[in-house]
């Protein structure tokens, strides 16, 4: 049971001459630790020694700690070939400038060895990376699992998936959804928020964030202006602060704001937000939904329906490869996401109902940018299992192979 793409990145960078330190980050319980200890496994077994360490147990002595570890694995390095690995990285203050100075001192030795950091914070891991550790790491993004992860891994059908999602660590309570739900609430919704935001930057409303959160989870793909949701929220605060909330909701794999199509790269950041929730289980939970709701109310399925397939792609895209994942609409005409890669984009529109699908929104869509194609997903267009499957880039090849 693992993400087989990370782990398949991973290993092969392992066995490769040391170049840069390797960065693996992403939400929590999505599976970091245990995909490096299957690769710690695998090295093992190639003659690699690995050492491992996690920052996630109380430390007091700050870098003191990176230091010992790492002086620990030089030593052991200069017996045999050895991989060190610091989990939870970010919980140690001024990590990143203590890497860099370590990581200096290591290109320097004729026999270097490998280093592997993991974080469950992004913004936190981004910052230090940006800040100290530039040109001197690859970043390995894990998201949540995929439909067919958890199908293969679990055995869970389609509406399995969209009341639990994609957190491998509650798969097996899904036969007790009450004891499911307070899993979700208490030890993934209630720790991101706490640890991975409010202990680890700077939030001066904690009520407005957490509200914000609850908003998108209740209200999942809506777009709603800022204004209006710190209407909706019933609180005083600013725009600006709105959207830096949602940033770090973003940042913690919890929520993403998706931005207006433009046709250009040039979009307002003041553009009203449409909400994703970035695993449907977190829908599910905040609102008590299980599968026999979905089953029997077709307007909700359609939520989850539409939250799964653009939190599949949101999970896919490759930001280093010019991806991006918006949505369009135009008075009363709405396209659910639009998919850019480079210059070119597909409006891509979500049906999950078993009547007629009106195409208005498509229509328009095409005639207001005419070098753009559309794609139908559910529906009489590309099945939803399949399309829970592709590579974002095949949404382009169907659209404008169809």
Known sequence: MYKRK????????????????????????VGKTTMVRQVMEALEKEGVNTLY??????????????????????????????????????????????????????????????????????????KGLSESLAGRFEVIRMGHWSFLEMQSSFGFNLDQFLIYGGYPGGADLIGDFARWRSYILDSLIETSISKDILMMARVEKPILLRNLFMLACEYPCRILSYTKMLGQLQDTGNTTTLAHYLDLLQGAGLIAGLKKYS???????????????????????VQGIDESIIRENPHIRGWFVEA???????????????????????????????????????GLEVFSGTHGHSRRGMDLFRQKFSSSETLLIGGDGVPLEKALSLDPSEFIDTAYLK
């Open 53 to 126: 360490a996690s920052a996630d147990l109380p430390v007091s002595s700050g870098t003191v700690w990176i230091e010992e570890r790492w002086n620990a694995a030089r030593i052991q390095n200069m017996k045999t070939r050895t991989v060190l690995i610091l989990d939870e990285i970010q919980k140690i203050s001024n990590w990143s400038e203590a890497v860099k100075f370590l990581w200096d001192q290591e290109v320097s030795l004729k026999t270097p060895m490998t280093v592997v950091l993991l974080g469950s914070s992004a913004l936190l891991i981004q």
């Open 308 to 346: 799964a397939v653009g939190a599949y792609i949101y999970g896919e895209i490759d930001r280093n490869h010019n991806e991006e994942l918006n949505y369009w609409k135009f008075g009363d005409r709405e396209v659910n996401f639009v998919y850019r890669r480079g210059n070119v984009a597909a």
């Open 263 to 285: 046709g250009s790269v040039v979009r307002k950041r003041g553009s009203s937000p449409k909400l994703l929730p970035l695993n449907t289980a977190l829908i599910s939970a």
């Open 6 to 29: 990370e782990f398949s990145v991973l290993f092969s960078r392992m066995m490769e001459p040391v170049r840069r330190i390797q960065v693996v980050t992403g939400p929590r319980q």
